[in-house]
């Protein structure tokens, strides 16, 4: 039987990357999804490279589109899903609280926070079926209290401080079903989500961080890597893409 990887934001960045390299794989079944699957080019192209994989209409934003998902899974997924990886996200500004109007906070806790949550409703069911149920939240480092970064990210850094909150709550209400739940940063990747943030900030803030910036295919490999390396000893942990811990 094969393994099955569900995962949003599958049709750009690091999604696309994390969905060609597990069709590579033998016995392996991915269902990626993107917001406009008409306009998913590059994935419907490596669709057709590889039959393995499945595209699903997924906004993770919307409430009306997450309702629909069920009907998509059960025919998609009918014998369940291993492995669900919540990647969709957006970072749509940074600002400082003081500064950050309404709408971004608003639009940045319905998608990095609230989506992920509805998203984990709907497809709990088919981790059920499995005896995998591993549950990865794509979350970053500036959502670390632990670790603050002097960044101002206001609604972003605050949506993803929340999502680690949720995965604490998931990976503790889910630990006697066997349940793998963790929080996981990306590294600061080249995407166009990454370089773009990098615009965001004061040169002299980003000493030390551009050499450390990675691609895309470098972060999916990573966290992959660490995605089959997950033990229930992991359950409720905050992981970088190399495998080092995040503090909270």
């Known amino acids: 039987m094969s393994t099955v990887y569900f995962i949003t934001g ?3 960045g690091i999604g696309y990357k994390i969905v060609e390299q597990l069709a590579a794989r033998p016995n392996t079944k991915v269902l990626a999804t993107a917001r406009n699957v008409e306009s998913a080019v590059e994935l419907k192209e490596l669709q057709a490279k590889h039959h393995n994989i ?10 009306e ?14 014998d369940g899903i291993d492995v669900l990886i919540s990647n969709a996200g957006i970072a749509d500004g940074y600002y400082t609280v003081k500064d950050a109007p309404r709408s971004i906070w608003l639009k940045h806790y319905k998608t990095n926070v ?27 480092a500036v959502g670390s209290l632990g670790g603050f970064l002097p960044f101002s990210t206001s609604a972003y850094g ?8 949720t995965v604490k709550q998931i990976s503790f209400e889910e630990a006697p079903e066997g349940f793998i ?3 996981m940063h990306p ?14 900030f004061p040169q002299e803030s980003l000493t030390g961080i551009i050499p450390m910036m990675i691609t895309p295919e470098v972060s999916a490999t990573k966290q992959i890597e660490v995605i089959d390396g997950l033990t229930k000893e992991s359950n409720g942990g905050f992981y970088s893409y190399d495998g080092s811990t995040v503090p909270f």
């Open 10 to 12: 599958g049709n750009r």
């Open 114 to 140: 609230l989506g992920p949550i509805f998203l984990y409703q709907v497809i709990r069911p088919y981790l059920m079926k499995k005896n995998t149920r591993k549950i990865v939240f794509v979350s970053s």
């Open 54 to 63: 499945e595209i699903l209409k997924l906004n993770v934003s919307s409430e």
């Open 158 to 165: 605050q949506s993803k401080t929340a999502l680690n909150m």
């Open 181 to 183: 739940v963790i929080a």
């Open 65 to 78: 589109s997450i309702d629909t998902l069920d009907e998509q899974l059960k025919k998609y997924a009918p």
């Open 187 to 200: 590294g600061m990747v080249t995407s166009e989500m990454g370089n773009h943030s990098l615009t965001q």
